[in-house]
């Protein structure tokens, strides 16, 4: 199975970190401009996801949703989620840590593109 989303190991520890902190937590990447362009990290239940965002998959255990008009932008490429020392979206919780989260990308192979579309087929 291939993974539209997955984390660095620094990244995943600092999930980790944050969960202890907060508990179950979530992702959700908009695409918007300043902190909306960034992967925002909220208490899993404290932001609310409606119709117009998809399950992109589980960093660590965490959903990561992301807006539809950006999954169409970026369906052709595996977001890897990192971390970089500074201060982020001022509502993510990774802010206090004095680190945040970025995207960063990679286009899939035409091959793991043809197994995307043949699982996206698949689906009820």
């Given amino acids: ?3 539209r ?7 995943l520890q600092l999930i980790e970190k944050l969960k202890t902190i907060h508990g179950p937590l979530m992702f959700h990447q908009s695409g ?3 902190d909306g362009s960034s992967p925002m ?7 609310r996801v409606g119709d117009s965002d998809v399950l992109l998959g589980y960093i660590g255990d ?24 500074g201060r982020g979206g001022m509502f993510s919780l990774e802010g ?3 680190k945040r989260f970025l995207t960063r990308s990679r286009v899939f192979t035409e091959e793991e593109r043809e197994h995307l579309k043949d699982e996206s087929s698949q689906e009820p």
């Fill in 1 to 3: 199975m291939i993974q």
């Fill in 5 to 11: 989303v997955t984390a660095t190991e620094e990244a």
């Fill in 32 to 34: 918007g401009c300043c």
């Fill in 41 to 47: 990290c909220y208490p899993h239940d404290e932001f």
């Fill in 62 to 85: 965490s959903p990561f949703y992301i807006s539809k008009d950006q999954y169409e932008y970026w369906k052709h490429t595996q977001l890897i989620i990192d971390v970089v020392e």
């Fill in 96 to 98: 206090p840590e004095g």
